[in-house]
């Protein structure tokens, strides 16, 4: 990344393209890395997309990647009641890899009732916020809300793992640790992708969980996250309307 907020900033960071020149010559690939129409990496930072993957959902590898990742630290295992609270692409995603733990529940809530459709697809349940389920094993809280992390504190059973998968930037959350947090004996964990959780880390390398995450990909209805695309040269004239817009998820840049 290079600049700073405010504009002009140099931003972004999932791309999926061609190989232009090098050993992976004609291959395509998945990258991090600021966007723009052409760049120069070293080969060990691409990773090269499986036959399977169309390119057009291969975007996704990076929300698949943080929703394992999330899904590791949560320790959610088979037969668990699971809440996913947040519907946006990585909320959505971690209830996706939930639901195919055998004999799992799990539910996506979410304020939008239009991402019921969006859950019943992915092989989840649905709920708003007003009738959410309570005493959950696993609650995993992605809507970078705090009304969401007090939501998921107030459903989860007794000895029950909550994890913090949002990130608030600068901004101080309240935490409503009083009531029953203590006496329920709640575990408050934060996931983040940049660390692999310390239960993997002798058997797992980012190389590894990266190829997993295209691995995971491997499914037509994961397309009903993208939610749209626009041609890079109409950005300026679009921008707004796409990140007002409520049903955006995940909407693709092509140039």
Known sequence: MEGTFPFPVKYGYCN???????????RHVFSLFPHQTHFCLPQENLNVLPSHLPLERAVLAANMETALNILWDSGAGAGDRIAVIGAGVVGSLVGYLAAQLPGAVVVLIDINPAREVLA???????ASTDDAPHDCDVVIHASANPDGLALGLSIAGEGATVIEASWYGDKIVPVPLGGA???????????????????????????????????????????LLIS???????????????????????HRIRY
Do not use: N
Request: with cysteine; net charge neutral; aromatic share 8%.
């Open 181 to 223: 947090f203590h006496s329920r004996r709640l575990r408050l964990i934060a996931s983040q992708v940049g660390h692999l959780p310390p239960t993997r880390l002798p058997r797992w390398s980012y190389a590894r969980r990266m190829a997993t995450a295209l691995d995971l990909l491997a499914d037509d209805r994961l397309d």
């Open 16 to 26: 999926v393209g061609e190989v232009q020149a090098g050993p992976l010559a004609g």
């Open 228 to 250: 749209g695309e626009t041609p890079f040269a109409d950005l300026p004239h679009r921008y707004a309307d796409i990140l007002a817009a409520p049903d955006t998820l995940c």
């Open 120 to 126: 019943k697809t992915l092989g989840v349940d649905f």
